[in-house]
């Protein structure tokens, strides 16, 4: 397919779900940028997510993101064959990373009513916690929420360090 500045942001969208499975977003920037010089961009086999998801941001002002039928997000190396054949894999610690990215987001509120979603977070991390490294990150992202965050008190603290022991011994690590 070839996209052109005329061309309509759901004609990319049906050709996206019909040729390669994927489904895509399109938020407008409400920006005030300068058009693009790109006059147009052929969807094909060999274009990559990266190279998809900056050509049609820049020619419409929108961000894009595209994403498989499971609803995860595709890496931005991956062609848009490969994307549709699903030759990608999420890493095992994909979920542990995804919560512990959230944690960091949302750890650093100094709103009390934050602390209860932290509390929470952490312990859905743990759940997926497996190994002496996944332990390592949370223990020290606890230390960091702990000290930075007046609102999270020395009883947080220690609930959540023994549900990090508990799990510990739980695994043997």
């Not at 759901?10 to 489904?23: D, P, T, V, W």
């Not at 997000?73 to 490969?82: D, F, G, H, M, V």
């Not at 990608?88 to 987001?105: C, G, P, R, V, Y």
């Not at 759940?127 to 702990?146: K, M, N, P, T, Y």
């Amino acid at each position: 397919m070839l996209v052109k500045a005329d061309t309509l942001l759901e004609q990319i969208k049906k050709h996206l779900k019909e040729n390669y499975s994927l489904g895509c977003n399109f938020t407008n920037k409400n920006t005030s940028q300068k058009p693009s010089n790109i006059d147009s961009l052929e969807l094909n086999d060999n274009l990559t997510v990266r190279e998809l998801e900056h050509s049609l941001g820049a020619m419409f002002n929108v961000e894009v993101k595209l994403f498989n039928s499971e609803g995860y997000s595709i890496p931005p190396e991956y062609t848009l064959l490969q994307a549709k054949d699903d030759i990608f894999e999420l890493e095992d610690d994909h979920n542990f990373n995804t919560k512990i990215q959230a944690l960091n987001t949302i750890s650093s509120s100094s709103s009390y009513s934050d602390i209860d979603w932290v509390k929470r977070v952490f312990m859905q991390i743990l759940r997926d916690a497996q190994s002496s490294d996944h332990f390592q990150q949370i223990e020290e992202i606890l230390d960091v929420v702990f000290q930075d965050n007046e609102k999270f008190m020395q009883a947080d603290f220690d609930e959540i360090a023994e549900a990090i022991n508990d799990k510990k011994l739980a695994l043997k690590i």
